[in-house]
C-alpha cells in the first residue's frame, strides 16, 4: 500500500508540476502576443496661430509681420518710475500676447495717417523680439491718437492714427495704476 502510495504521489506532484508549467507557459505566450511596445509618444505640436490679414501684410511688410507675429512681447510704460528713473516693463503671458496681436493685426489699426501738430510722445512702447536682430516696436500715442512702428536701429519705419480705443483699453488692463493712462482711458470712454 505503501507503495501505491508513493506512486500515486509521484503521479500527482508530476501531473501538477505539469499544469502549473503549463498555465506559467499559456500566459507567457498571451501576454507575449498582446504586449505592446511602449513608445514615448510625443504631443502633437499645435500649428501656429496663421495670420491672413491682408491689409496687415499689404501695411507693414511680411517681414514685419513675423517678427510682430512671432517670438517675445515686451510692454513698457514710458511715465517713469521715480525710484529707478526707468520706464515699467511687463513680459505678457500667452493669453495678452494673443489678445494684443489680435488688435495689432486689425485692419481699422491702418489707417492713413492724419496729419496733425505735435510731436509724438508715447506713452506706450510694445516690443516685439523674435530674435537679437529681429525687433520691432510699436510705440503709442494716445494723447495724438497715433502709433509708430520703430525697428531695432531706432528708425521710424510707419506711422498711422489710431481709429479706435482697444489698445488704450488693452493698455489700461496692463498697467491699471498708471495715473496717465487711467485719465486718457476715462476721458475716451465718454
Known amino acids: 500500500m505503501f507503495v501505491i ?4 504521489r509521484k503521479w500527482y506532484l ?3 508540476l505539469s499544469i502549473v508549467f503549463l ?5 507567457a505566450a498571451t501576454a507575449s502576443c498582446s504586449a505592446k511596445t511602449s513608445k514615448v509618444q510625443k504631443a502633437k505640436k499645435m500649428p501656429k496661430m496663421m495670420y491672413a490679414n491682408t491689409d496687415f501684410e499689404k501695411s507693414i511688410g511680411d517681414s514685419i509681420q513675423t517678427i510682430m507675429m512671432s517670438g517675445k512681447v ?16 511687463v513680459v505678457l503671458s500667452r493669453e495678452d ?4 496681436r489680435f488688435l495689432a493685426s486689425d485692419p481699422k ?3 492713413e495717417d492724419i496729419p496733425n501738430y505735435g510731436v509724438i510722445m508715447p506713452q506706450v512702447k510694445i516690443l516685439f523680439e523674435k530674435s537679437k536682430s529681429e525687433k520691432v516696436e510699436m510705440a503709442l500715442d494716445f494723447g495724438l ?3 509708430v512702428l520703430i525697428d531695432g536701429t531706432g528708425k521710424e519705419l510707419k506711422r498711422y492714427a489710431l481709429a479706435k ?3 488704450l483699453r488693452f493698455a489700461h488692463c496692463i498697467f491699471p495704476n498708471d495715473e496717465m493712462i487711467t485719465n486718457l482711458y476715462n476721458t475716451s470712454t465718454k
Open 74 to 89: 515686451t510692454v513698457k510704460l514710458m511715465t517713469t518710475d521715480s525710484l529707478k528713473n526707468q520706464p515699467l516693463q
Open 14 to 16: 508530476n501531473f501538477g
Open 97 to 100: 500676447m494673443q489678445v494684443l
Open 165 to 167: 480705443y482697444e489698445l
Open 109 to 111: 489699426m491702418f489707417m
Open 5 to 8: 502510495d508513493m506512486k500515486k
Open 23 to 27: 498555465a506559467i507557459s499559456f500566459v
Open 145 to 147: 491718437r497715433k502709433w
